[in-house]
């Protein structure tokens, strides 16, 4: 049973810094490749962040690049998104997932959680 949990969303003036965590079972963090999508309000999921399931190699969306961090963490079974300099777009549920090989083929969704960020 692959289950996903994301945590840390929340509301944030632009420019804070926010960390959101993906709780992920053993067999979901071992096997798969991990990322985050988001859905803003009116508009179709997105891919943000992704990381391979090795941990070697990590991809992200270009309206992300250079402010958010995605990594395991292998003592905690998590897969954690920095976000540094949010900006007022960034708002959107955020959504964790445990894909195959692209990141078209998400076999599993986590709940989501919510990132408000005011202006």
């Known amino acids: 049973q692959v289950q996903l949990v994301e945590s840390g969303g929340g509301l944030v003036q632009a420019g804070d810094s926010l960390r959101l965590s993906c709780a992920a079972s053993?067999?979901?963090?071992?096997?798969?490749?991990m990322g985050w999508f988001r859905q803003a309000p009116g508009k179709e999921r997105e891919f943000v962040a992704g990381?391979?399931?090795?941990?070697?190699?990590?991809s992200y969306a270009d309206s992300v690049k250079g402010r958010f961090t995605i990594a395991r963490d292998y003592a905690k079974n998590t897969i954690d998104l920095q976000m540094n300099s949010l900006k007022p777009e960034d708002t959107a549920d955020y959504y964790c997932?445990?894909?195959?090989?692209?990141?078209?083929?998400?076999?599993?969704w986590g709940q989501g959680t919510q990132v408000t960020v005011s202006s």
């Open positions: 997932a445990a894909a195959g090989s692209t990141w078209s083929d998400v076999r599993y």
């Open positions: 053993r067999r979901a963090f071992s096997w798969y490749n």
């Open positions: 990381i391979s399931a090795t941990g070697g190699s990590t």
